[in-house]
Every structure is written in C-alpha cells, then in structure tokens.
DNA sequence: GTACCTGCAAACAATTTGCACTAAG
DNA sequence: CTTAGTGCAAATTGTTTGCAGGTAC
C-alpha cells in the first residue's frame, strides 16, 4: 500500500514542521494550519504525522504533560520540560550517555530518552508561583 | 484540607503498593484489588494515587505506552521500557548524570527521567515478531 | 478509472469530576 | 456530629476508526 500521494494537506503538514525547532501537538498543529486551509480535518493532521513518525522523518518527545509532542528534530537529544510554562526545550545529550548504563545481560538498547525537568530560566525568575502561559 | 483518613481502601491500595518491584497502571491495581475488594471504584485507586504521589510517596514512571505507571521504589534510578512485552525494567542511573548535561544559563533541575528502550533478555532471544503478554 | 486520502462523526481509552451517601475521627 | 472519602455515572481529553465522497496519479 503505497502511501506517497502528495495531496494538499499533506503538503501543508510537512512544511508545518520543516525547521521547526518547538514541539507541538496534533492538536496545536491542526489549529495552526486550519488559519490557512480551514477545512483541514483534525483525523488528517494525526494520520499524516503518525506516517511521519513511522517513516522515521518524525520523533515523537516525551512530555509529563500526558499528550504527544512531535519533534522534527532528529538528531539525539535531551529535553527540558519547564513545569511552569509547560514548555518543552531542546538540550544536548551527554557523551556516550548510552555506555554508562549498566544493562542487564540481554537488553538490547534501540532508543534514548531524556527528560528534565523544572524551571527555566524565564519562569525561575519569577516569584510568583501561577503558571506562565505558552506561546 | 487534611487528607488523612485510614479508610479501608486507602489502606489497601498503599499496602499492594509495598515493597513493589513493578510499576502497575491504576487500572491494573484496581483489577488486582477489586479481587478481595469487589466494590473498590477505580475513581478511588486514582485519587488515592493522585494523593500518594503529592506526598511524595509515590512517582510516576514515564512509558511510551501513553498510560501513567506507578512506581514505588523512591530512589533514583533509569528505565528500560521492552517494546516486545511492554515491560518497565529498573536500571541504574549514571553516577553525576545531571552534572554531564550543558544546560542553558538559569534553568534549574528538579527531576531527571531516563528511559531507554528496545528488547528484554526475554523477547530479544526469540526471533517471533509477536509480541509477549505481560504476566 | 482506481484506491489512496480526506473530512466528519462516532468510537475509544485513560483520567477526572459531580454528587448523594457512608464512615472515620 | 462533621466532613473527608467513597462508588457510581457522566463528563473530558487525546486519539483512533468507519465510511462516503474527493482527487492524485
């Protein structure tokens, strides 16, 4: 089942993302995009990024947050979750993080994910203790 | 707003969390309790739960599953994730990982989460491309 | 022309919330 | 007694699926 069509949408989708150096949502890009092409369905946004994701053009990032972030940035890195302002921030990835791990015999490692979390330094400046809102 | 009362729910669900060594989703502990606690409501194993884990008695363990896994066991340490049976394994963390990381100016850290993934001593030795259950 | 792709609505799964009732202190 | 805590059902949220019509090739 080739799935290779080059319809609007997905154009519109691929571009969306290109350079991109945040990581939005499904939802986030579909309200986005609908700005521009108003009929774009929200089942279409998740169908396009989930071939993404599966073509390996796409990662996905972990967030505390429950929902699932997409990262067009593909090489190795770590991420800083700012639990203020909700905010996922790109950080580099140790050295030969992987071979400081002491495995268990057998494992076979085939992904790394790294996640801090705290304040950035916009909202670790502030007193007070409300949320900052994102974007 | 003391959040203190010994109910016999509450007691039940923080004594199948003991000396744990898995990290069971609040459905997964609901069905193991509704066993000798019939009228156990799922709703209770969550607030209870959300109760722990704000004293902090309790963490959540990340998974690339989408559901939130409980974890008992408070010290720190890494997480291998099989994507063959779906398990959560505990791993070591790294001595000084946080001191490897180059973060940006002002950001602090509260938490560091570290998971890896790929295949189980288990799933890796089979060639089947089937997954396995989990216990 | 064919079948991949889309939009929309309905289905789903995990989690949260509202509310009347129960029980801990 | 008082009110935190419970069970149940309904509401929410994020995501997936079914299907009829559209459109890339």
New binding site residues.
């Given amino acids: ?10 154009t519109l989708i691929m571009q969306a993302l290109q350079g991109r150096l945040d990581h939005p ?3 986030q890009l579909h309200r986005e995009l609908s700005a521009e ?1 108003p ?6 946004v ?3 990024l ?1 071939l993404l994701v599966q073509r390996g053009e796409l990662a996905t990032a972990p967030s505390p947050d ?3 972030h997409f990262d067009p940035n593909l090489t190795e890195h770590a991420h800083f979750y700012c639990t203020r302002c909700k905010r996922l921030l790109d950080l580099p990835l140790p050295e030969q993080l992987t071979e400081q791990i002491t495995l268990r015999p057998g494992q076979r490692v085939e992904a790394v994910q790294l996640l801090l979390s705290g304040q950035c330094e916009e909202c670790g400046s502030k007193t007070d203790p409300q949320a900052e809102s994102q974007s």
């Fill in positions: 089942m080739p799935t290779n069509r080059q319809t609007k949408q997905r949502t499904a939802e092409y009929h774009l369905g929200l089942s279409t998740y169908r396009n989930e429950g929902v699932v």
